[in-house]
């Protein structure tokens, strides 16, 4: 969720993000409404798992309760993370060349492989074709997939957590369907990608004599 139309859900949360833990009382002060109005709010946005709560004793008396963001909350706020990735590949490009930008993207392949192999087992290409759309899916990819036949089936991706840097350096997704090939063991053909201007990443998979998933 990123800041748009500003409400005074995000004000709070600007407020937190500024000046860390704050009291009700220290809020309604700052937006001049009544500590019942901040409450109302806070409550929504910890359902929301956006803001947490904590009781700090400060001498004798009750003590006070005091709010701060949740780790969550990060992803409300911009972030640069892309132009940070595009721009650390750029540098590492001219100044060690294509090969080891290369070598990066099969690391990360490889990082990936791993922990698919522990959803992706199925005994069949079928199972693990689902396996791979759910574990994609549950990733942010917006992943969905049919059988056209038997043995072949269709992947598609609709959405790509890193599309801009795929623009800029189109190896990441040679080596994505790479590894689509390793972890199920089965041949596996890109007909569309979003990095060429289409609207899904879109992959035609089918059947290798006695194939099974990598070891």
Avoid: W
Avoid at 8 to 17: A, F, G, Q, S, V
Avoid at 30 to 45: A, C, D, E, F, Y
Avoid at 100 to 121: G, I, M, N, P, T
Avoid at 165 to 193: M, S, T
């Amino acid at each position: 969720m990123k800041i748009g139309k500003r409400s005074t859900r995000d004000e709070i949360l600007e407020l937190l993000k500024r000046h860390g833990n704050l009291s009700v009382d220290q809020m309604a002060g700052h937006l001049s409404i009544t500590p019942m109005g901040v409450r109302q709010h806070l409550n929504i946005l910890e359902k929301d798992g956006l803001v947490s709560c904590q009781a700090v004793r400060r001498g004798l008396g009750r003590p006070s309760h005091l709010y701060s963001l949740t780790v969550a909350a990060r992803e409300y706020f911009p972030q640069n993370y892309e132009t940070f990735a595009l721009t650390l590949l750029d540098d590492i490009q001219s100044s060690q060349g294509d090969d080891v930008v290369d070598e990066l993207f099969r690391h990360r392949a490889d990082k990936l492989a791993e922990q698919l192999k522990q959803k992706v087992s199925g005994p069949d290409l079928k199972t693990r074709v689902s396996q791979l759309a759910q574990a994609l899916d549950e990733s942010g990819s917006m992943t969905s997939f049919e059988e056209a036949s038997d043995e072949t089936f269709v992947l598609t991706e609709h959405n790509c957590g890193i599309l801009g840097v795929a623009l800029h350096f189109p190896q990441a997704c040679r080596h994505e369907r790479d590894l689509f090939e390793r972890i199920l063991g089965a041949n596996v053909e890109r007909q569309e990608c979003q990095s060429s201007g289409q609207n899904s990443c879109r992959y035609i998979i089918t059947s290798r004599q006695g194939s099974s998933a990598a070891d």
